[in-house]
C-alpha cells in the first residue's frame, strides 16, 4: 500500500477491518470498499473519465453500479472473472443486456501479478 500510494499513479483506498469476537476462528470482514468502487465506477463514468469500465468481481452488491453505468450510455461496460478448470465461472450480469467477460485464467495471473514483496519497506 504505502509503495503504490507513494507511487503517485495509484490512489489507494483503505477500509478498517472488522474482527469478530470470535476472532482468529472467523475472519476478518473488510467493508465498505465494494460501495466506494462501485461510486468510483459510476461518478468516474458520469465526468467522461473513461470510454470503457470493466469490473473485476463476482461482487453482487456491485450490480447496481454496472447498471447505472449501463443506463447513462457514456462508457462502454464490461466485467472480468477469474476462469480455473473444474470450477464454476462466477461473473457479473445485468438484466437484457450483453456484458463482454474477460475471462482470466491462471496464465494471465501469473503474466500480471505483481512479483515485488511490499512486507520489505
Known amino acids: 500500500m504505502a509503495a503504490w500510494s507513494r507511487s503517485g499513479i495509484v ?3 483503505t477500509r478498517t477491518l472488522q474482527y469478530s ?3 482468529p476462528s472467523v475472519k476478518p470482514v473488510e467493508k465498505g470498499i465494494d460501495v466506494s468502487l462501485a ?10 473519465e473513461y470510454d470503457v469500465g470493466i469490473l473485476m468481481s463476482t461482487d453482487t ?4 453500479a454496472l447498471e447505472a453505468v449501463a443506463q447513462l450510455g457514456s462508457a462502454r461496460v464490461e466485467v472480468a472473472a477469474w476462469s480455473s478448470p473444474g470450477r464454476s465461472r462466477r461473473r457479473l450480469t445485468i438484466k437484457r443486456r450483453k456484458l463482454w467477460c474477460h475471462w482470466l485464467d491462471d ?3 501469473r ?3 505483481d512479483k515485488r514483496d511490499y512486507t520489505r519497506q
Open 11 to 13: 490512489e489507494t483506498i
Open 21 to 23: 469476537a470470535h476472532w
Open 39 to 48: 461510486l468510483d465506477f459510476a461518478l468516474m463514468a458520469y465526468r467522461g
Open 61 to 64: 452488491d456491485l450490480v447496481p
Open 107 to 109: 496464465s494471465e495471473y
Open 111 to 113: 503474466r500480471v501479478r
